[in-house]
């Protein structure tokens, strides 16, 4: 699959498993999302692009690859020990080992935090005017979170920098940009998470499943049980190689079935940020 269709097959999952919006075309209820994990109307699209550049991921064991072009020099640096690492493209980061490493990566993320709010609470003891008086506390530091989370935000950065490059095409000679793109994204994503304390996880592990079953689909097939060489029961028409899986019925990456594809999955995730859009703003949009 191209980098857009996995983008944009990213960003639909989050809308279906996240979105509780109800479409009302004529006489017709179309339901937009799933509700299985609700997350707030700000949380369908800040969880959304994450969730698109998380279904870019497992590609960044390609150099080469847009997705390594993405967050210059950090992406380029990352591209190349993951693609040594992995052992070539769609190998071990398009395995089940591979997307349990990716989840207990955004969960060692998730929990290491630094608590900057608090720090800056307790030093405002001693702010000029406030000594002495318990529970004085200046603006700015009241306005502060509690705590940061370092990793995630570096790793947030650097997702949605490649959902941003992927999917607006950006020329490579503009990509320093996507570090802008990105860090004000990130502060957008950090002011309105998605209501759910397990949220990045379920965004990182969800855009990398979906980017696994989107290669799986095509011809080139993924290394499905990396690093283990073994066959599953399945037909030789399930295989490229001895160890590649796929079923096949999409074609090869970027055929007109996947375009085919991506037209309506794009129309459903932009029909799902744009019902959490109106809902956030507190409109009604009638046809
Ligand atoms: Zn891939």
Redesign the pocket.
Known sequence: ?MGPS?AACGAAAWVALTGTYTVHLADVSVPVGLGVMPVGDPGVITGALICAGAALL??LDHPGGTVARSLPPLSTWVARAVGKLSGGH?RAT?SLVGLLLIIVLALLSQRASVPVGDALRWNSFSWPGTEGQAGEIPDAAASLPGQVWPLAAVLSVLLIACAVKVLAFVPDRLSHANWIVGILLGAFVAANPPQNPRWFVVAVGLGCAV?MLG?LLTTQGIHLLWPLRTSLPLPTTFYKGRSFVRFPVLGNAGSAREIALLVPVTLYALAGLFCAGVTWAGLTVSI
């Open positions: 699959m996995h497992p590609d769609r398009h980017h290669d």
